[in-house]
Protein backbone atom coordinates (compact mmCIF):
# COMPACT_ATOMS: atom_id res chain seq x y z
CA UNK A 1 0.00 0.00 0.00
CA UNK A 2 1.62 3.13 -0.71
CA UNK A 3 2.05 6.18 1.71
CA UNK A 4 -0.08 9.13 1.37
CA UNK A 5 1.49 12.18 0.19
CA UNK A 6 -0.23 14.14 2.86
CA UNK A 7 -0.91 12.31 6.54
CA UNK A 8 -2.56 14.99 9.01
CA UNK A 9 -3.51 13.64 12.57
CA UNK A 10 -5.34 15.17 15.20
CA UNK A 11 -4.34 18.51 14.32
CA UNK A 12 -5.30 21.29 17.03
CA UNK A 13 -4.40 25.11 16.95
CA UNK A 14 -5.32 27.50 19.33
CA UNK A 15 -5.48 31.73 18.84
CA UNK A 16 -5.47 32.76 22.54
CA UNK A 17 -9.53 31.91 23.01
CA UNK A 18 -10.41 30.64 19.72
CA UNK A 19 -10.12 27.48 18.42
CA UNK A 20 -9.36 27.83 14.74
CA UNK A 21 -8.41 23.88 14.21
CA UNK A 22 -9.71 21.24 16.38
CA UNK A 23 -8.98 17.65 16.06
CA UNK A 24 -8.81 17.44 12.76
CA UNK A 25 -7.47 14.48 10.83
CA UNK A 26 -7.53 13.37 7.42
CA UNK A 27 -5.01 11.95 4.23
CA UNK A 28 -4.64 12.61 0.67
CA UNK A 29 -3.75 10.21 -1.71
CA UNK A 30 -0.48 10.79 -4.40
CA UNK A 31 -2.20 12.23 -7.22
CA UNK A 32 -5.50 13.36 -5.42
CA UNK A 33 -7.00 16.52 -5.69
CA UNK A 34 -8.41 17.09 -2.13
CA UNK A 35 -10.83 20.66 -1.35
CA UNK A 36 -11.43 21.92 1.75
CA UNK A 37 -15.05 23.52 2.04
CA UNK A 38 -15.91 25.90 4.67
CA UNK A 39 -17.34 29.26 5.42
CA UNK A 40 -14.95 32.00 6.62
CA UNK A 41 -13.75 30.95 10.28
CA UNK A 42 -13.59 27.62 9.35
CA UNK A 43 -9.96 26.49 9.63
CA UNK A 44 -9.61 26.00 6.49
CA UNK A 45 -6.45 28.24 5.89
CA UNK A 46 -5.03 27.71 9.44
CA UNK A 47 -4.97 23.80 8.37
CA UNK A 48 -2.89 24.34 5.58
CA UNK A 49 -0.55 26.50 6.68
CA UNK A 50 0.56 23.80 9.39
CA UNK A 51 0.90 22.10 6.68
CA UNK A 52 2.89 23.99 4.82
CA UNK A 53 4.79 24.66 8.01
CA UNK A 54 4.15 27.76 8.55
CA UNK A 55 2.35 27.75 11.22
CA UNK A 56 2.97 25.19 14.03
CA UNK A 57 0.47 22.92 15.55
CA UNK A 58 -0.31 22.97 19.72
CA UNK A 59 -0.82 18.76 18.89
CA UNK A 60 -0.90 16.89 16.20
CA UNK A 61 0.92 14.89 13.70
CA UNK A 62 1.91 16.51 10.16
CA UNK A 63 3.56 14.67 7.60
CA UNK A 64 3.61 15.73 3.77
CA UNK A 65 5.89 13.15 1.55
CA UNK A 66 6.93 11.53 5.04
CA UNK A 67 8.52 14.99 6.01
CA UNK A 68 7.39 17.21 9.00
CA UNK A 69 6.80 20.85 8.06
CA UNK A 70 9.02 22.26 10.84
CA UNK A 71 11.85 19.72 11.41
CA UNK A 72 12.17 19.13 7.13
CA UNK A 73 11.74 22.93 6.50
CA UNK A 74 14.88 22.60 3.50
CA UNK A 75 13.81 19.22 1.84
CA UNK A 76 10.14 20.26 2.26
CA UNK A 77 10.53 23.30 0.00
CA UNK A 78 11.80 21.43 -3.00
CA UNK A 79 8.52 18.91 -3.13
CA UNK A 80 5.73 21.57 -1.71
CA UNK A 81 4.87 24.46 -3.73
CA UNK A 82 2.39 27.03 -1.75
CA UNK A 83 -0.10 30.23 -2.82
CA UNK A 84 -1.84 31.64 -0.41
CA UNK A 85 -4.61 33.78 -0.04
CA UNK A 86 -2.27 36.30 0.81
CA UNK A 87 0.49 36.81 -0.77
CA UNK A 88 3.74 40.02 -0.13
CA UNK A 89 6.18 40.00 -2.98
CA UNK A 90 8.51 42.57 -3.84
CA UNK A 91 6.26 45.66 -5.37
CA UNK A 92 9.32 46.76 -7.46
CA UNK A 93 10.57 44.05 -9.12
CA UNK A 94 8.60 42.96 -12.83
CA UNK A 95 6.35 39.91 -13.25
CA UNK A 96 9.68 38.33 -15.74
CA UNK A 97 12.02 38.98 -12.27
CA UNK A 98 9.50 37.14 -9.98
CA UNK A 99 9.40 33.95 -12.02
CA UNK A 100 13.48 33.72 -12.67
CA UNK A 101 14.19 34.78 -8.87
CA UNK A 102 11.78 31.76 -7.74
CA UNK A 103 13.30 29.65 -10.80
CA UNK A 104 16.66 29.69 -9.56
CA UNK A 105 15.79 28.28 -5.97
CA UNK A 106 15.30 24.91 -7.74
CA UNK A 107 17.26 22.29 -9.77
CA UNK A 108 14.71 21.89 -12.54
CA UNK A 109 12.32 24.63 -12.65
CA UNK A 110 9.54 24.84 -14.88
CA UNK A 111 10.40 27.04 -18.57
CA UNK A 112 9.04 30.45 -17.48
CA UNK A 113 7.45 31.10 -20.59
CA UNK A 114 5.33 27.93 -19.97
CA UNK A 115 4.39 29.28 -16.17
CA UNK A 116 3.41 33.11 -17.95
CA UNK A 117 1.30 31.16 -20.32
CA UNK A 118 -0.39 29.07 -17.54
CA UNK A 119 -1.61 32.01 -16.22
CA UNK A 120 -2.23 34.37 -18.61
CA UNK A 121 0.70 37.01 -17.85
CA UNK A 122 3.24 36.88 -20.69
CA UNK A 123 2.17 39.76 -22.02
CA UNK A 124 2.61 41.54 -18.46
CA UNK A 125 6.31 39.70 -17.93
CA UNK A 126 8.13 43.57 -18.19
CA UNK A 127 5.37 44.66 -15.74
CA UNK A 128 6.17 45.83 -11.86
CA UNK A 129 3.78 43.61 -9.29
CA UNK A 130 2.54 46.89 -8.05
CA UNK A 131 1.07 47.54 -10.91
CA UNK A 132 -0.73 44.31 -11.25
CA UNK A 133 -4.05 44.20 -10.66
CA UNK A 134 -5.73 41.81 -7.89
CA UNK A 135 -6.74 39.22 -10.11
CA UNK A 136 -3.27 39.34 -12.25
CA UNK A 137 -1.27 39.52 -8.45
CA UNK A 138 -2.92 35.70 -7.44
CA UNK A 139 -2.45 34.56 -11.11
CA UNK A 140 1.58 35.23 -10.94
CA UNK A 141 1.29 33.82 -7.15
CA UNK A 142 -0.41 30.24 -8.67
CA UNK A 143 2.82 30.48 -11.28
CA UNK A 144 5.64 30.81 -8.52
CA UNK A 145 3.84 28.26 -6.70
CA UNK A 146 4.56 25.76 -9.29
CA UNK A 147 7.54 27.11 -10.41
CA UNK A 148 9.80 23.88 -9.13
CA UNK A 149 7.56 21.08 -10.50
CA UNK A 150 6.42 20.56 -6.63
CA UNK A 151 4.85 17.10 -6.06
CA UNK A 152 2.41 18.18 -3.57
CA UNK A 153 0.29 21.92 -4.29
CA UNK A 154 -1.27 23.97 -1.72
CA UNK A 155 -3.53 26.71 -3.70
CA UNK A 156 -5.73 28.72 -1.10
CA UNK A 157 -8.53 30.23 -2.59
CA UNK A 158 -7.32 29.92 -5.98
CA UNK A 159 -9.32 31.44 -8.43
CA UNK A 160 -11.31 34.43 -5.68
CA UNK A 161 -10.92 38.09 -7.64
CA UNK A 162 -10.49 36.05 -11.38
CA UNK A 163 -12.79 36.97 -13.57
CA UNK A 164 -14.98 33.95 -15.35
CA UNK A 165 -12.54 33.44 -18.29
CA UNK A 166 -9.17 33.91 -16.55
CA UNK A 167 -11.07 30.91 -13.83
CA UNK A 168 -11.65 28.60 -16.49
CA UNK A 169 -7.93 29.28 -18.25
CA UNK A 170 -6.84 28.30 -14.04
CA UNK A 171 -9.14 25.39 -13.57
CA UNK A 172 -7.80 23.98 -16.85
CA UNK A 173 -4.22 24.46 -15.55
CA UNK A 174 -5.14 22.49 -12.80
CA UNK A 175 -6.53 19.73 -14.62
CA UNK A 176 -3.07 19.30 -16.08
CA UNK A 177 -1.29 18.72 -12.46
CA UNK A 178 -2.79 15.07 -12.48
CA UNK A 179 0.40 13.61 -11.64
CA UNK A 180 0.91 15.67 -8.52
CA UNK A 181 -1.10 15.75 -4.99
CA UNK A 182 -3.55 18.86 -4.75
CA UNK A 183 -4.84 20.63 -1.78
CA UNK A 184 -7.56 23.31 -2.77
CA UNK A 185 -9.27 25.59 0.01
CA UNK A 186 -12.17 26.84 -1.69
CA UNK A 187 -15.26 28.45 -1.10
CA UNK A 188 -16.49 28.04 -4.84
CA UNK A 189 -18.92 24.52 -5.19
CA UNK A 190 -18.46 24.85 -8.95
CA UNK A 191 -14.63 24.84 -8.69
CA UNK A 192 -14.85 21.90 -5.63
CA UNK A 193 -17.31 19.73 -8.15
CA UNK A 194 -15.01 20.17 -11.46
CA UNK A 195 -11.42 19.63 -9.61
CA UNK A 196 -11.71 18.12 -6.66
CA UNK A 197 -11.56 13.83 -6.36
CA UNK A 198 -13.45 14.25 -2.74
CA UNK A 199 -14.27 17.35 -0.41
CA UNK A 200 -13.41 17.79 3.30
CA UNK A 201 -15.70 20.24 4.74
CA UNK A 202 -15.07 21.98 7.69
CA UNK A 203 -17.15 23.63 10.26
CA UNK A 204 -15.61 25.70 13.27
CA UNK A 205 -12.35 24.31 13.14
CA UNK A 206 -13.56 20.28 12.98
CA UNK A 207 -13.69 17.91 10.31
CA UNK A 208 -17.80 17.22 9.52
CA UNK A 209 -17.81 15.43 6.50
CA UNK A 210 -14.92 13.92 3.75
CA UNK A 211 -16.72 12.13 0.84
CA UNK A 212 -16.59 12.37 -2.86
CA UNK A 213 -19.01 15.35 -4.21
CA UNK A 214 -21.63 13.03 -5.15
CA UNK A 215 -20.87 10.97 -2.17
CA UNK A 216 -21.47 14.24 -0.06
CA UNK A 217 -24.99 14.71 -2.00
CA UNK A 218 -25.83 11.40 -1.42
CA UNK A 219 -24.91 11.30 2.00
CA UNK A 220 -27.51 14.52 2.99
CA UNK A 221 -30.17 13.51 1.12
CA UNK A 222 -29.91 16.65 -1.01
CA UNK A 223 -29.75 17.44 -4.92
CA UNK A 224 -26.20 19.06 -5.22
CA UNK A 225 -23.35 20.00 -3.59
CA UNK A 226 -24.66 23.49 -2.35
CA UNK A 227 -27.34 21.85 -0.59
CA UNK A 228 -25.70 19.53 0.91
CA UNK A 229 -23.06 21.88 3.01
CA UNK A 230 -25.92 23.68 4.09
CA UNK A 231 -27.48 20.41 5.88
CA UNK A 232 -23.86 19.03 7.01
CA UNK A 233 -23.22 22.79 8.44
CA UNK A 234 -26.18 24.63 8.88
CA UNK A 235 -24.19 27.26 6.85
CA UNK A 236 -24.42 28.89 3.41
CA UNK A 237 -21.37 29.69 1.74
CA UNK A 238 -21.31 33.41 0.90
CA UNK A 239 -20.78 34.61 -2.98
CA UNK A 240 -16.91 35.81 -2.44
CA UNK A 241 -15.78 35.12 1.48
CA UNK A 242 -12.37 36.43 2.13
CA UNK A 243 -11.72 37.45 5.38
CA UNK A 244 -9.65 36.43 8.12
CA UNK A 245 -9.30 35.22 10.54
CA UNK A 246 -9.38 31.55 8.47
Given at each position: ????AIQ????????????????????????????????????????????????????G?I???????R??R???R??L???????Y?H????V????????????D?R??????????????????????????????S???A?V????????????T??????????????????????????????EV??L????????????V?L????G????????D????F?????????????????
Open positions: MSVPVEHLHKRYGDVVAVEDVSFEVAAGEVLGLLGVNGAGKTTTVELIAGLRTPDERRVLGLDPRDGALQVGVQLQQTLHALTAELVDLYRAFYPPPAADLLDLVELGGHARTRFEKLSGGQQQRLIALLGRPRVVILDELTGLDPRARRRVWAGVEELRAETVLLVSHSMDERCDRVAVLDGGRLADTPALVARAGTTLEEAVALTGRELAPEEDGCPR
